[in-house]
């Protein structure tokens, strides 16, 4: 219990330097380089705080940490909108996951499963919100604190202020009443903007509260518990854990897979017989049927990776036998989806040679391909019987998937691709004039 004491006051007090430091930071937006001071200075204090109480730092959630400055750093360099955005989702998932990662077992993010986190990332936003509340009302213990000279006189120092400002206040505006020469001295020393002023007061407060709860979390959270990620429980018995036998979980991947099979068989016309079979049996255009299909497809996708997941982690099987075929079922499932993604990108080549890129096309399309190394991952992790490596699987290839669209530069791709789909509609003896002609006004 001391030690906790004698460590609230020091977060509580780096949160108030926070505070400050991110009002001055945080105020005005766009936020780049800003944001990374601000991160740095936050990584700082929990790192120095641990060091203070002596508390190990997992290598992991250091490199986290250093993910989640390297993607804030990017919002320097890229002005996309969508793009930043992606940048700062991904620099507080990492930041939430290495601040978690700081104080778990070794190794712990490697063979965590994705419900852990998710729980993380929401248990790091709780404590953000509301982990400032027993520091303040309970760990502080404001009565037990040191009583040495400095600190007995600083606490007298704040109640007498406390206790005078509302004197002033009263006393103040009498003397200011009575007499308009000292009023207007007054006014002239007190020239503050009372708005500006409250803005500032509330800025600090809500940046130093949200750093105060989020230190807490890191330097008090007791190491018994294994920080914010959860030790990986060892399998409970059949009658704790819910579950469905072979034959529910074979009958439904049986049918998604009947279903998924008449899908390619179907598609597999239009992908070999090109725009000729598309209108005589769909009696729509090939550019109508592709943007029709794309974003369906991509959906369909989405939705069954975490489908599979969830069906491995409910199987019951009594003997290896059901194990195998339960695993050829899914496997079957997965290389539908890869014939059906197959499907989608070839409805997003053809519908952007007829319309071009859009941001929605390239990073829906960057979407999907992620998808497909997930159902990769999936094969060679879940199907192998590894299912805890499956989690940081997914999240590398997306935080990679982010890094490779900074490097991409999507919206430069796509003016250039944009800008020579409509040369390449412009006769050639007319290009020269085109690119020759006035900007329009």
């Keep these: 219990m001391r030690q906790g004491l004698a460590l609230a006051p020091r977060v509580l007090g780096g949160a108030v330097v926070l505070g400050v430091l991110g009002d001055g930071l945080l105020r005005v937006g766009p936020w780049s380089v800003n944001l990374v001071v601000w991160l740095m200075a936050l990584v700082g204090t929990g790192g120095a705080l641990l060091r203070w109480r002596r508390l190990p730092a ?18 320097a360099v890229r002005d996309s909108g969508t793009l930043r955005t992606l940048n700062l989702l991904s620099a507080l998932t990492a930041l939430a996951l ?11 993010v490697r063979v965590a499963a994705l419900t852990d986190y998710a729980l993380t990332t929401v248990y790091a936003g709780t404590h953000a919100v509301a982990g400032a509340v027993p520091l303040v009302f309970r760990e502080m213990g404001w009565r037990r604190l040191p009583g040495g000279r400095w600190w007995t006189a600083g606490i007298a120092a704040v109640r007498g202020v ?21 009023e207007a001295q007054l006014r002239r020393l007190l020239d503050v903007n009372l708005g500006d002023t409250v803005d500032h007061l509330v800025g600090t407060s809500l940046i130093a509260w949200v750093a105060a709860g989020t230190l807490r979390g890191v330097t008090l959270e007791e190491a018994s518990t294994g920080g914010w990620l959860a030790r990986p429980a060892p399998d409970l018995p059949e ?137 990769a991952w999936f094969l060679a992790t879940v199907q192998r019987g590894q299912r805890r490596r499956f989690a940081v699987g997914a999240l590398v290839s997306g935080l990679g998937v982010v890094v490779l669209l900074n490097v991409a530069n999507p919206d430069a791709v796509i003016a250039r691709s944009n800008a020579r789909r409509g040369l390449a509609a412009v006769p050639a003896g007319g290009r020269e004039a085109l690119l020759d002609a006035p900007h329009p006004r």
């Design 58 to 75: 997992q290598l992991d959630g250091r490199l986290l940490l250093g993910a989640s400055l390297g993607f804030a750093s990017l919002l």
């Design 98 to 108: 290495g601040l978690a990662a700081l104080r778990a077992w070794p190794g712990q």
């Design 162 to 182: 406390l206790i005078a400002v509302p004197l002033l206040f009263v006393f103040g505006g009498l003397l200011m009443a009575a007499d308009a020469a000292f």
């Design 239 to 375: 009658r704790r854990r819910l579950r469905l036998g072979f034959i529910e979980l074979g009958t439904v991947l049986g049918l998604l897979d009947a279903l998924f099979a008449a899908f390619v068989l179907v598609q597999a016309r239009y992908l070999f017989g090109g725009a000729a079979q598309v209108a005589p049996e769909t009696g729509l255009t090939y550019a109508t049927y592709a943007r029709r299909g794309f974003f369906e497809l991509v959906t369909v996708t989405g939705l069954a990776v975490p489908l599979l997941l969830l069906a491995h982690s409910l199987l019951r099987a009594a003997n290896p036998t059901q194990e195998r075929v339960f695993r050829w079922l899914s496997g079957a499932l997965v290389a539908l989806l890869f014939a059906v993604m197959a499907s989608a990108l070839q409805r997003m080549r053809l519908y952007q040679e007829t319309y071009g890129l859009t941001e929605l096309r390239v990073y829906t399309t960057a979407f999907m391909l992620w998808l497909g190394v997930l159902l």
